[in-house]
């Protein structure tokens, strides 16, 4: 059972990092789109193009599950995607919600980019599972170029980041939706701005969960096996995309590899 | 005689609004690869790529002459591209450095993206044409997400393009190249971090001048036609680049198409 994951880049290496601690005997593959980035500011047309491209290719390496960090593609094309394939596909934002609904929230906070904010996913799908909730939610489109340039703790910009959150400090949340997996990498930033009461979201661990769950029901006996192997390939590998992969991730045991899906 | 101009989004329309303004008796067509921006952080070889669809694109509208408007695609495929096509083809380096020398610098800087500095294609070009100029260049890419989001007078951030800019302090510099096409949109608060004393090389105008001069020189009977046609493609229409068009530029009198190069 080998699992494919996706992601417009880089920032989907936090769900890759807890899938793998989750579930050391189930072979893993990572795409990261970098030589199309972002997605978070492009058209629900565009994403869903990139989407299938990506899936295809997974699916080309064999894997039989498909997990979408991005929460743009989630936002926008987990729907047609989960109609248009028949394998099990899990997306950030579907665990992202059940995780904070579980809480029992009165006013539920949510943040990500200006795609995934706009396109009301997360108010959707929260307002299904419960209508009774208050859902308050920002873009906060500058965060990902301020941690993928390495500059969160640099002069401004954690005040740049406490006016992006001033935005929560009267709206009494009780959680706050991390939704974008770029954001995880900048929590304690987050937390000291938004109050040490607030619950912080983190898909990353909510959709390995999810899987672990999922693959526990249907897959039991893979649990035994001995440890798999994990790859990692991207779409562009620029100097400065090996750059931010060593910012973010201090130990990478694998190698990175390119792959051509124009 | 039809000109086509790219770029890797809508940060080169400052380009096609120079050329358009210097040339108004030629037919523009403008493509902004907003499916597939930024370039500024991906490799040489996706540059290629992106760089030969889009001409190929220009080329079957029958633009017989090419300015790259990006300096990324400038910095790393100009000279390919130059080699592949039979057409002339302007970029934005050259004309920009071209510009530069003309006032003749002791010292002299450039700012751009990440991979226009790293690629030194700025220092290459100076120095072929004058070793004795000094060169003094830092890359400064959040400058083009706080440009886009249209961050510029909101708190902190002035301070930020001061911070960038600090490095120029004690280089004694006579003029400054802004080494990438969003740059010209924040000349102002550029020149006030500077001092008024530097002289600003803005590419934009730059090569609209150096287009206009091969022209003449070469279909001179042309600048008495009537006014001519002008056409935008984007290869992504988010809402979000709509907004950033919006933003910055607020007359902007053509309809803007989409085409797909995927």
Known sequence: MKIGIFDS????LTVFKEISKALPSFEIVYLGDTARLPYGIKSKRTIDHYSIKNIDFLKSLDCEIIVIACNTASSYSARLLKKKYKIPIFDVISSGVTAALRLNPKNLGVIGTNSTISSESYIRTIKRKNPKV???SKACPIFVPIIEQGLVNQKYYDKIIYENLKF??????????LGCTHYPLIKKNIQSCVGGDVVLIDSASEVAG???EHLLKHHGN???KPDKKRSIFLTDKSEYF???VGKIFRKLDFKIKLVDLK
Chains 1, 2 share one sequence.
């Open 134 to 136: 208050k859902v308050h």
């Open 9 to 12: 880049g880089i920032g989907g």
């Open 242 to 244: 090996q750059s931010v």
């Open 222 to 224: 893979e649990f035994k």
């Open 168 to 177: 929560f400090t009267n709206k009494k949340i009780d959680s706050l939706i």
């Open 210 to 212: 999810s899987l672990r």
